[in-house]
């Protein structure tokens, strides 16, 4: 017995090697994504290669019945959108990098495609431990090197409100990793809604919960404070749902009556800071429809909304189509300088909204690519009752509204990675549970 079973291991060692290599590839990949982007790219190509030599090794992985179907709920047609507006773009150099820098969007969903699902899910629990830890250590190194840079010039060691002022949060707060205060959030925010699939202990889960929640305080990204408000609601209406069904009427009003005090104070305490200052005040500036407005008492800016306007009007020019897949900045920076919005035309601003900016790239061919987009894949996730997915994409959704999610590395990897996985796996899954209510009926 003890031979046949050795002799079992050693036959299939050169498998279990490439599946181990395989997994720590992917776990580095996003272990890296919210502390050093460049690492994180490099372990996705490594697993790119490890994953077809795996396939390639262990027929047994692969997926037999291939469903060509599932391309669809991927990013794979963000890539062919990508190779429509090279067909026509005035910049074709530029256009060939913008290419290069999406290949995850063909790559990832052609190889996944041939993987099983129980492999598949294997691959997403490794990826969700691994962007568990790195945002947990990006938090703490942070949050650390900002209560360094705080004490250092101190007598004391006391914290006042001045440690979330503008110094200490946002940009500042998150350039010692070379980080975007939007998309680190959205990676914690990432870890926080499927923590409870990868930890078991509550005093873990909690002590990570109060960690995390400080850390989007330094972030004051203010998209994200509206995701995480929208994202309890959604929580709270699930809960409040299921013990309602059950008849825990008490712990449903101290469940709420938690949230409320929890949300009344963490808004009281941050009302007299740097925090509240960018929420209440900036919030007036970039709804602003004038050109220029005042940013702060020290600068001026151009509000994101009437930098909108100005780039529609790129869109009115030509909306079936666009104008090419690298077009957008050269073409904004053009029409920013003739409404004299003089400021975003110097920094070389994009749209700063997916949507905008797909429709000055691809035109309204883009726009519905989007859309579609986001309303198969939440359909998806409803349909299996997956409600931490649908909640990712109610996140992602959010954030396109107020940046160029797709078109920036810190975004591309990302949905590459975790969209194709989880629409992967819950097609599947859908399509499972129809057999099953076939077989059954």
Known sequence: MNGKFFSIVKKNRPIIGWQLFLRSSFFLFSFFLPLNTRLSNAFLI??????????????????????????????????????????YTSYLEDGYRYLEKTISFLLVPIIFLFFRREQLLQILSVLLKGLLCGSV????????????NYFLNRETYYISRDLFDYYHTYQYYTKPL????????????????????????????????????????FLNSRIIFLVILLS?????????YRLLKIKKYKLLLMYIL????????????ISGTYIGYRIKNIYKFEISTENEEKFNSKAKSNPRMSRWISSLKLVEERPLFGYGI??????????????????ASKMGYNAHNQFIGYAIRFGMVGVFLLCFFFLINAKLALTIKNYRYFVLILI?????????FFDRNYGITFSAVFFTLFSYIG???????????????
């Open 46 to 87: 490594v697993s790119m290669v490890l994953a077809v030599i795996f396939l390639h090794q262990n027929p047994n992985a692969r997926n037999l019945g291939v469903q060509k179907k599932m391309l669809i709920y991927s990013v794979l047609p963000f890539f062919l959108l990508h190779i429509m507006g090279l067909l």
């Open 137 to 148: 250590i990006s938090v703490l190194v942070l949050v650390g090197l900002n209560l360094s």
């Open 178 to 217: 070379n980080q975007h205060p939007t998309y680190l959030g959205l990676y914690y925010l990432t870890s926080l809604i499927f923590m409870n699939e990868i930890l078991q202990r509550i005093w873990i889960k909690i002590t990570l919960v109060i960690v995390f929640l400080i850390g989007f305080l």
């Open 232 to 240: 309890m609601i959604l929580f709270v209406l699930i809960w409040g």
């Open 258 to 269: 938690g949230l409320g005090i929890f949300l009344f104070t963490t808004l009281k305490f």
């Open 326 to 343: 690298a077009d957008e900045y050269p073409n904004l920076k053009i029409q920013f300088e003739k409404d004299k919005m003089y400021v």
């Open 396 to 404: 992602v959704f959010c954030v396109a509204m107020v940046e160029n």
């Open 427 to 441: 097609f599947q899954t859908l399509k499972s549970n129809i057999e099953n209510q076939k077989l059954n009926s």
